[in-house]
């Protein structure tokens, strides 16, 4: 049995924030829920995955009909497979 995916919970770059240990801890709100403004780019303002979803009006990069862009491996660099990832993501998609 496939387990469910909750797409309300997928962040624009297709992680979830549910069970973070940041967000657990309180020193993270989640991408969706601070609007892309969190700690790991604090120094560079808004994430620049999470502003380009929005831009696009879709809940996640696999979604975007510019999917795959150019700068999508660039961006996303802490998972290599972030294209597989993503599509695999937008397959499920209910939506």
Known sequence: MEQRIDFTKITACGECCEGCIKRLEGSCKGCIEADGYVPEWAG?????????AREHDVQFCGLC??????????????????????AGLAEKYPG
């Open 65 to 86: 009909p510019e999917f795959p862009c150019k700068d999508l491996t660039s961006v996303i660099h802490w998972n290599p497979h972030i294209t597989e990832h993503l």
């Open 44 to 52: 560079s303002g808004r994430c620049k995955v999470h502003a380009c």
